[in-house]
């Protein structure tokens, strides 16, 4: 069992370390060169479409798909997970400041991609004979490469994303879920485990996942905010050097006092684009699934919408628990994950912290196991046809009850291996249909809002 986790630690030493931030950053540049820096001309429009969607009663789920915005709160949910807790402070705990710095770098390119995705995904959206809409990176994967070579890559992609997602990732959430609860309150992990295991179970079909998510994620997201923001402005005299921090780290952390122990640039780098990816999930292939369903007239209309996803999951929620960690000096206690979070916390709100934080991560891990279920479900029908989803459901919330029990950290280096693998098919594909992303672009601008403006 070692000799295999060390191998799969390897693999993914040279993945994060070399091929994440080649396709990840260069397929970011790419993007937002060819769609003319998109991220900062859209943004208006994404968050037009994004918050009208909140407030308005428009558009219900139901087998033809769902509304621009239960897409984007499904997409939300499977974003802001323990990455937004844990994976922020893993990446300050080894990286230091400097690594948020990278992340912004990353979710702002980033933001390039899954306007890319979301948009391909819109496009090659399947609708079967029963009417229900379905889509994601397998359809424009085929779409790129045709014939044979085509559907062996969009196979792998869905075989990757099932075991990394609906399988793996939804244990990893459901231990970061029970571990934060049996530390709060002393529950035993395994009662935990089959509450979880049990409501994932429940929610199931597209318009109940569509429901659940459109309420928990604006929920979730400001009673994290404004905890958030309580222990920031408790300290607010740190805001200047927490930016000073970020900045001056990620390209000389020694310059920086109370920062990670051996932190470096590379590490800084690495770090920053690793758990940047696992935060927002951009080019990894996992929200086109969520944005392929909305209804929209136009498929940039959804791409707008996506990018306000990774906007909202990383320049907000991911840079508030950065700031948290760093305005409350926490780094140098050499803490890390789960840990360092509540240390941080806990230095304002006292025993309250580890609630506070079990309550979020149990809101974020939930909501991520609902998105990961549906991503991961999408392409079971794929692969296998519709009649293997109640099969796929019971072992999803076998892998959430297991899960729950203890950490292996197998099956979560497994996990992020396998994510970091997802990258790969998706990022080509999209390089391969960049110049189908440039021509719907550019119909939507001169084409489609002329002739809305005309009626």
């Known amino acids: 069992m070692d000799k295999l986790n060390n191998i799969v630690l390897l693999i993914q030493h040279y993945l994060a370390d070399y091929i994440l931030i080649i396709l990840l950053l260069g397929g970011g540049v790419i993007f937002t060169i060819r769609l003319g820096f ?16 909140l407030f308005s009663k428009k558009g219900t789920a139901g087998k ?59 496009k090659y959206k399947h609708v079967g004979k029963d009417g229900h809409v379905t889509g994601g990176p397998v359809y424009y994967i085929q779409a790129a490469f045709k014939g044979t070579f085509g559907k062996i890559l969009a196979a792998v992609f869905s075989v990757l994303i099932i075991f990394a997602l609906g399988f793996m990732g939804n244990a990893v959430q459901s231990n970061s879920i029970a571990s934060a609860f049996h530390t709060a309150f002393g529950i035993p992990q395994i009662v935990v485990g089959i509450i979880i295991a049990v409501i994932a179970l429940f929610v199931g079909g597209i318009s109940r996942i569509a429901k659940v998510t459109e309420t928990i994620v604006p929920i979730m997201a400001c009673f994290y905010i404004i905890g958030s923001l309580i222990v920031i402005f408790a300290n607010f005299k740190e805001i200047p050097y927490a930016f000073y921090s970020i900045v001056v780290g990620a390209f000389k952390p020694s310059a920086v006092s109370g920062g990670a122990v051996g932190a ?34 136009h498929p940039v209309e959804q791409g707008f919408v996506a990018m306000i996803g990774v906007f909202i999951d990383t320049f907000v929620i991911l840079n508030l628990t950065a700031l948290v960690i760093i305005t409350t000096q926490s780094i140098p206690t050499g803490l890390t994950g789960t840990a360092l979070s509540q240390y941080a916390f806990s230095s304002v709100f006292g025993k309250f912290g580890n609630v506070f934080i079990a309550i979020c991560m149990f809101f974020f891990a939930f909501s991520t196991i609902i998105g990961w279920y549906f991503f991961g479900q999408a ?27 203890a950490q292996v950290d197998l099956v979560w280096n497994m996990a992020d291996c396998f994510n970091s693998l997802m990258v790969i098919p998706n990022i080509l594909a999209l390089f391969f249909l960049s110049s189908q992303m440039k021509e719907l672009h550019d119909d939507y601008y001169h084409n489609f809002l002329k002739n809305k403006k005309v009626k």
């Open 264 to 297: 470096t640039v590379k590490l800084a780098l690495t770090k920053g684009v690793a758990r940047g990816l696992f935060s927002n999930e951009a080019g990894m292939g996992s929200t086109p699934h969520a944005h392929a369903v909305a209804k929209v007239e």
């Open 379 to 405: 392409n079971v029908k794929y692969l296998f046809g519709k009649n293997a989803v109640k099969p796929y459901a019971v072992l999803v919330s076998l892998c959430v009850l297991l899960g729950s029990l």
């Open 64 to 122: 033809d798909g769902m509304s621009s915005f239960q897409a984007l709160a499904t997409a939300i949910a499977a974003q802001v997970g323990t990455g937004n807790i844990a994976g922020a402070a893993t990446a300050l705990a080894i990286g230091g400041p400097g690594a948020i710095f990278w992340m912004w770098i990353a979710a702002f390119l980033g933001m390039a991609t899954i306007f890319g995705e979301a948009i391909m995904a819109q």
């Open 38 to 53: 998109i991220q900062i001309r859209g943004f208006k429009a994404g968050w037009k479409r994004t918050f009208g969607g």
